[in-house]
């Protein structure tokens, strides 16, 4: 009913139209969001080998298998959102200039993510934080900005690409 109402006055004055060329129109743009998720399904599956050396299982521990799954798959869908959003709003013709293979580890990543959802693997999630952190160190270098690498302070403690502020 609203949405006819209003759409009878913009027959007749029409609004102005309002639009953005990307959905951050501010430009922060930051792949430390994806670094973290990536890190967190590195943890949630170090978190699930845990419980499956148990020789007994419990209750509790099948609870917690459930939702360290449910966790593991929802980092590794924001981490294929978080590089979305960086390569399909930020990356343009001169980023895409500087690392024409851009498109090809965006789509590792995606093929990494997924695989992380679909498995309970170490090597799978480590991978992904591998592909993670050579697309930060490549956004850092669109930027002009030096990067470092340092373990995170924090399990599952494994190398993270941090720009050198």
């Avoid at 639009?19 to 973290?36: E, G, N, R, V």
């Avoid at 419980?51 to 294929?80: N, P, W, Y």
């Avoid at 997924?114 to 930027?143: I, P, Y």
Wanted: contains cysteine; aromatic residues 10%; glycine residues 2%.
């Amino acid at each position: 009913m609203i949405h006819r109402l209003l759409s009878k006055i913009d027959a007749r004055r029409p609004f102005n139209t309002a639009s953005a060329h990307c959905d951050i129109p501010c430009k922060i743009y930051d792949p430390f969001s994806a670094q973290l998720a990536a890190l967190s399904v590195i943890r949630f599956v170090d978190l699930l080998d845990e419980i499956a050396a148990k020789d007994t299982h419990t209750f509790a521990d099948q609870a917690q298998i459930s939702r360290l799954i449910g966790e593991k798959e929802t980092h590794a869908e924001k981490v294929k959102q978080e590089v979305r959003v960086i390569w399909g709003d930020y990356f343009k013709a001169p980023q895409f200039e500087k690392f024409p293979d851009t498109h090809e580890l965006v789509h590792k990543i995606m093929l990494a993510g997924s695989g992380c959802k679909q498995h309970v693997s170490r090597e799978k999630a480590m991978e992904l934080l591998t592909l993670v952190n050579e697309f930060a160190e490549r956004f850092w270098a669109t930027k002009d900005v030096a990067t470092k690498k340092a373990t995170c302070p924090y399990p599952p403690a494994e190398e993270v690409v941090y720009p050198a502020l």
